[in-house]
T-cell receptor
Framework: GDSVTQMEGPVTLSEEAFLTINCTYTATGYPSLFWYVQYPGEGLQLLLKATKADDKGSNKGFEATYRKETTSFHLEKGSVQVSDSAVYFCAQGGSNYKLTFGKGTLLTVNP | GAGVSQSPSNKVTEKGKDVELRCDPISGHTALYWYRQSLGQGLEFLIYFQGNSAPDKSGLPSDRFSAERTGGSVSTLTIQRTQQEDSAVYLC?????????????FGPGTRLTVT
């Protein structure tokens, strides 16, 4: 079945550091790919998405590019802030558009 | 507009009791999903409703779990004879069926604790 593998972390960075969270998927075809974020005490929010190969999703300074050749959708940000501290989930859309999630990566950004 | 709402926000129940969790999707969204978020398993798909079609129940972990969606809107997830391993956060999401990616909007979740 479909599965998503992401860097489990936790990841601890200093403010303004560069962030990469790796994500790979195993679905066949061209699933839609997503990054969701869960801030402390809050619900799951869509951060960005990409629906076809070579698409780049971007939001709030975060970017991820849909790479069909490596089945990857790595999340990057050039300069993280303390307010980016959260759990990040990579996900792919499958049959009936249900989402298969990675296990989540806890990011802590220190001032 | 209003987002996805879920109730209760927290539920503590004794092992063996039945519980009902409620989800109000975004108005006009025809697709509704239930997921479970637990420490050991991450986020797992449970069940999917789309309009009047038969639901996709492929993620339900046992026959103690069931869900219904009345009038194409509100959904109730029922867990019978709860077990401690059912303790988790139960998330509901809804989406419209327009567009390519069917973006899902999540509710705040119901935290279920089985003692």
């Amino acid at each position: 079945g479909d599965s998503v593998t992401q860097m489990e972390g936790p990841v601890t960075l200093s403010e303004e550091a560069f962030l990469t969270i790796n994500c790979t998927y195993t679905a066949t075809g061209y699933p839609s790919l997503f990054w969701y974020v869960q801030y402390p005490g809050e619900g799951l929010q869509l951060l960005l998405k990409a629906t076809k190969a070579d698409d780049k999703g971007s939001n709030k300074g975060f970017e991820a590019t849909y790479r069909k050749e490596t089945t990857s959708f790595h999340l990057e940000k050039g300069s993280v802030q303390v307010s980016d501290s959260a759990v990040y989930f990579c996900a792919q859309g499958g049959s009936n558009y249900k989402l298969t999630f990675g296990k989540g990566t806890l990011l802590t950004v220190n001032p | 507009g209003a987002g996805v709402s879920q109730s209760p926000s927290n539920k503590v129940t004794e092992k063996g009791k039945d519980v009902e969790l409620r989800c109000d999707p975004i108005s006009g969204h025809t697709a509704l999903y239930w997921y479970r978020q637990s420490l050991g398993q991450g986020l797992e798909f449970l069940i999917y409703f789309q309009g009047n079609s038969a639901p996709d129940k492929s993620g339900l972990p046992s026959d103690r779990f069931s869900a219904e969606r009345t009038g194409g809107s509100v959904s109730t997830l029922t867990i019978q004879r709860t077990q401690q391993e059912d303790s988790a956060v139960y998330l509901c999401a809804s989406s419209s069926t327009s567009g390519v990616s069917y973006e899902q909007y999540f509710g705040p979740g119901t935290r279920l604790t089985v003692t």
